[in-house]
């Protein structure tokens, strides 16, 4: 059998025939990968959530939160800050039902990862090109329209101060006329500090802190109509709080947080808001604003501020009022004894 066809090799294993030499083993085995690697490749959309879930566990110790606020059917839209390269993966991993996600359009472009990405039925957004990115609209609306679960992360750029930044209102368009949408907030808790984040300036090249992290991913109650920009960034505010107290910990400051730099500390509740330097990198076309002039920066991970009329209303953005805030392991919202307002960017200012 010197000139064996490696096409015969499988019914021929599987009829009792068994190689007798290196080579024919190494077919062997090359054949079986393959079928194994096709097989996997088939079945991914459907395995994907127990075959993350071993993945992470090896390196990240995932608790979830509020997993009961997610509607088991019909059209879901998740709204999530944005810390690291695998906070996609976190969501997928904890999800009590099967979704999609955006995902930035270079992951599309790596070889096998691409390929596999869209086997997962995540959808590529573009950065720039009007055409392309009303085809990822269109994309969104579909896996809503069709009663899907879709996750996003409206800041469209990892964070680079490790705090939530500016939203974007792309997902006010993609929920144009649909009403029946449910909007959930969440936030995702402790993952600056690890690789796949920008801690220390710059992604990867760095040693892991600890042997296994703990990601506390925090699923806020459904958002109340109308839903806008400001009004889902303060909800996924809220459910920072809550992934505050459920992590049990205060993480380190993260670095980029420059206390020069307007900031304000509450003599009972501590340091609630800070700026950082604005990050531009036009090579990369990245640019996030760390700090506005006026104001005293955005709050701290693990906190959340609002600001209310003297009936208790919570008022909309650049509206003034009485500042409040929530933090961590306390349940009420506390008065601060300032006058002050929150823009669209969630900045705030004291009056």
Known sequence: MTNLDPRSLVPLVVMGWLPRNGWEWCLVGLVGLTILLGLFVAALPWIVQPWLRLMLFLRYNLRAIGRENIPRTGPVLLVSNHLSWFDGFFLA????????????????????????????GLISVPFSGPKAQRASIEACRKVLDEGGLLGIFPEGLLSRNGMTTEFHRGFEVILSKRSNVTVIPVYLDNVWGSIMSFSGGLFFRKWPRGWRRTIVISYGKPVEPPIDVFRVRQAVLVAGVAARTALGFTPDRPEPIDLSLPHYDDPKLGPLTASSPDIHEPQYDIHQIGQKPGTIGHPLPGVALRVVDESGLVLGPDTEGSLQALVPNRPDWADLGHRGKIDRDGFVTTI
């Open 93 to 120: 991993a904890t999800l009590p039902r099967k979704g999609t996600a955006l995902v930035n359009a270079n992951v599309f472009g790596w070889p096998m990862v691409g390929y596999l990405a869209r086997r997962c």
